[in-house]
T-cell receptor, first 115, second 111 residues
Framework: DAGVIQSPRHEVTEMGQEVTLRCKPI?????LFWYRQTMMRGLELLIY????????DSGMPEDRFSAKMPNASFSTLKIQPSEPRDSAVYFC?????????????FGPGTRLTVL | GIQVEQSPPDLILQEGANSTLRCNFS?????LQWFHQNPWGQLINLFY???GTKQNGRLSATTVATERYSLLYISSSQTTDSGVYFC?????????????FGQGTELSVKP
């Protein structure tokens, strides 16, 4: 089975540009999570979906960030306009909670650099 | 909010040595995961361990949920064990398993 797939793996952009990160969860998983990793704040949850519906977006830093999940196999995280402080590694993860088992699996991450 | 504390923050070992990493939670968690972030940045699942003890090769983990801590044991360490080790767990009242991560233990294994 393929794991969580993220694209692009690296993104370099200039301040003010729109950035779109993509994620394909593990087939059959009904929870999808977006995390961000920075040196200052560590790993933190931005937003998560259940059955394509956003459940908790309290971690989204500001209105410049938006996330969508149009179907069970695809999600996007968009930053518009991007700023240098958005530079980080963005991880997507998915899970299929059942009978008390709730392990999350992470994609390889997208390293974003905003100049 | 929930606090997840990992210790030690940094650890340097000679190849072949053993080590124990600790993870403390300030509140109850209903499951716990250990991850290894390798030097390329990938987060590798090591253990899903809500309670009890599990072993996988040279690694083992123990979670004592009632006392809100978990331990990760690395025996006969190898240079490939280098990287950052994270523990993470969701909150008992949280649906869907939003993970709260510790700050990690950075391990460096010297040949």
């Amino acid at each position: 089975d393929a794991g969580v797939i993220q694209s692009p793996r690296h993104e370099v952009t200039e301040m003010g540009q729109e950035v779109t990160l993509r994620c394909k969860p593990i087939s059959g998983h009904d929870y999808l999570f977006w995390y961000r990793q920075t040196m200052m704040r560590g790993l933190e949850l931005l937003i998560y979906f259940n059955n394509n519906v956003p459940i908790d977006d309290s971690g989204m830093p500001e209105d410049r960030f938006s996330a969508k999940m149009p179907n069970a196999s695809f999600s996007t995280l968009k930053i518009q306009p991007s700023e240098p402080r958005d530079s980080a590694v963005y991880f997507c993860a998915s899970s299929l909670p059942s009978l008390g088992y709730n392990e999350q699996f992470f994609g390889p991450g997208t390293r974003l650099t905003v100049l | 909010g929930i606090q997840v504390e990992q210790s030690p923050p940094d650890l340097i070992l000679q190849e072949g040595a053993n080590s124990t990493l600790r993870c403390n939670f300030s509140d109850s968690v209903n499951n716990l995961q250990w991850f290894h972030q390798n030097p390329w940045g990938q987060l590798i699942n090591l253990f899903y361990i809500p309670s009890g003890t599990k072993q996988n090769g040279r690694l083992s983990a123990t979670t004592v949920a009632t006392e809100r801590y978990s331990l990760l044991y690395i025996s006969s360490s190898q240079t490939t064990d280098s990287g950052v080790y994270f523990c993470a767990g969701p909150l008992t009242y949280n649906q869907g398993g939003k993970l709260i991560f510790g700050q990690g233990t950075e391990l460096s294994v010297k040949p």
